[in-house]
């Protein structure tokens, strides 16, 4: 019998941990750009191009949906799916969680999704789904390290 995931799945993190970020804050903040610019002032842009890019960054969240022989991602409108065996690198980034595969997936080279809730402490970021990606593919944790 394959191993499956028991933890959450995209279904289960879509309500705050996935909308929030990619329309919420990302529409808010791209709404606020033009209120950090100002004309006279050109390390505004700086300020405003900063603004944007973590906006773009949080409406291309994925969602992710770890099953026993492949992983399944949706960006926008479609599941699309990749072999384990395709991805290079998996870790965390914040409460971000970031899977590089081996070729390139439009627009940053990877996926970053929004990592689940831990299921007995609400306030605190399930990381054990990206130590079931890297077990899946056989990534070890630290370069260092050798994987067994």
């Given at each position: 019998m394959p191993q499956e995931y028991k933890l959450p799945t995209a279904l289960e993190t879509l309500p705050a941990d996935y909308w929030f970020p990619k329309f919420v804050m990302s529409g808010?903040?791209?709404?606020?750009?033009?209120?950090?610019?100002?004309?006279?002032?050109?390390?505004?842009?700086?300020?405003?191009?900063?603004?944007?890019?973590?906006?773009?960054?949080?409406?291309?969240?994925?969602?992710?949906?770890?099953?026993?022989?492949?992983?399944?991602?949706?960006?926008?409108?479609?599941?699309?799916?990749?072999?384990?065996?395709?991805?290079?690198r998996c870790k965390t980034f914040w409460i971000l969680g970031y899977i590089k595969p081996k070729?390139?997936?439009?627009?940053?080279?990877?996926m970053y999704f929004v990592l689940p809730r831990?299921?007995?402490?609400?306030?605190r970021w399930d990381r054990s789904i990206i130590g079931f990606i890297r077990n899946k593919a056989g990534i070890s944790p630290h370069p260092w390290l050798s994987y067994e």
């Amino acid at each position: 019998m394959p191993q499956e995931y028991k933890l959450p799945t995209a279904l289960e993190t879509l309500p705050a941990d996935y909308w929030f970020p990619k329309f919420v804050m990302s529409g808010l903040l791209l709404i606020s750009t033009p209120l950090f610019f100002d004309i006279q002032n050109p390390n505004s842009g700086l300020v405003c191009a900063f603004i944007l890019f973590v906006s773009f960054m949080m409406m291309s969240l994925t969602r992710v949906k770890p099953e026993a022989e492949r992983l399944v991602y949706r960006r926008f409108f479609r599941w699309k799916s990749i072999s384990y065996s395709e991805i290079a690198r998996c870790k965390t980034f914040w409460i971000l969680g970031y899977i590089k595969p081996k070729h390139y997936i439009f627009p940053w080279g990877g996926m970053y999704f929004v990592l689940p809730r831990d299921g007995q402490y609400d306030y605190r970021w399930d990381r054990s789904i990206i130590g079931f990606i890297r077990n899946k593919a056989g990534i070890s944790p630290h370069p260092w390290l050798s994987y067994e």
